[in-house]
């Protein structure tokens, strides 16, 4: 059946197309435009009433991002060049023979050390569910004082023997000297890796400058609306480029996201506002004073 139209229908008809189509492109670019413009510009911290002045060579900023939507994130920069902290990768106890296994733990309990300066969570486990079990399998590579328990698998935060940082994939593992594991890498020799869009959950992040002098915990507030709403993992890889990362890695988070310091009591600070209770953890990543040298 052949349907004849009129001219006016023709060209209303053409013109509720075309208004459609650019509604539809306004619609998407703004997406695009949004996203990219949530870290367009560079940070600027916020002032915050934590002092890490009794800490050695660790910063403390905060920042307060409002567009696209409120975001509270928290960074510790740790400067290693002037060799005074260390990064320790801390494991919680094996739950039974397979050495992957752990039994997870309060990580204000895994952080604590006469030594300890800041800490961060780290790995990843299985299994996943409506209710999460205690004994856990370790997702990732888990290492310390050069003795590796779980190998690499997604993204490895890891030193060598010059305890210099690095993030990726090990190329060596009789290398490795302290290591821990996150879901993926997020940013490679300045390059953003994650795509635009995707869901918006706490996020926790390690990065790295170019000559691994510098160390970057970031943890990202999430799943409280009108407070701090989560990122992408596109924004996080931004806003890790612009604090000056070279790497990062995209760590465990949601509710296992936790950034802590030791405050001038001495005494336990958990520097940002987790989505829920203290979730208990089966590694986390510290900073401690180094051991010092015999004259």
């Known amino acids: 059946m052949i349907h004849n139209f009129s001219f006016r229908q023709t060209r209303n008809h053409l013109l509720s197309s075309a208004l459609a189509l650019l509604l539809f492109a306004g619609v998407w670019t703004g997406s695009l435009f949004s996203s990219a413009a949530f870290c367009a510009a560079q940070p600027i911290p916020k002032s915050s009433k934590v002092s890490t002045e009794h800490l050695s060579s660790i910063r403390y900023d905060f920042y307060l991002l409002e567009q696209p939507r409120p ?3 928290h960074v510790l920069t740790i400067d290693l060049s002037e060799g005074k902290v260390e990064p320790i990768a801390v494991i919680a106890p094996q739950a039974d023979e397979q050495s992957c296994s752990a039994v997870r733990t309060d990580p204000r309990l895994l952080a604590a050390h006469p030594s300890l ?3 961060v969570n780290a790995n990843p486990w299985s299994p996943w569910g409506p209710t999460y079990p205690i004994n856990v399998r370790i997702l990732g590579l888990a290492a310390t004082e050069g003795k ?3 190998f690499h698998q997604g993204v490895s935060v890891w030193t060598d023997r010059s305890r210099r940082v690095f993030i990726g994939e090990p190329n060596n593992i009789q290398d490795i000297r302290e290591g821990v594991g996150g879901f993926e890498q997020i940013l490679k020799a300045s390059e953003v890796l994650p795509g635009p869009g995707g869901a918006l959950h706490p996020r926790t992040a390690v990065g790295v400058n170019r000559d691994g002098t510098h160390l970057y915990l970031a943890a ?3 799943r409280q609306p009108g407070f701090s709403e989560g990122m992408t993992l596109e924004e996080l890889a931004r806003f890790m480029k612009q604090l000056g990362c070279w790497d990062a890695a995209n760590m465990d988070g949601g509710g296992s996201t936790i950034l802590g310091i030791i405050n001038p009591q001495g005494q336990i600070q958990i520097l940002n506002n ?3 209770p203290v979730r208990a953890l089966p590694v986390i ?3 401690r ?3 010092q040298s015999n004259p």
């Open 71 to 73: 975001v509270r994130i």
């Open 117 to 119: 300066q800041a800490f």
């Open 148 to 150: 590796i328990r779980c």
């Open 220 to 222: 990202a507030d999430g």
């Open 274 to 276: 987790p989505s829920g």
């Open 285 to 287: 990543l510290t900073i």
């Open 289 to 291: 004073l180094k051991p």
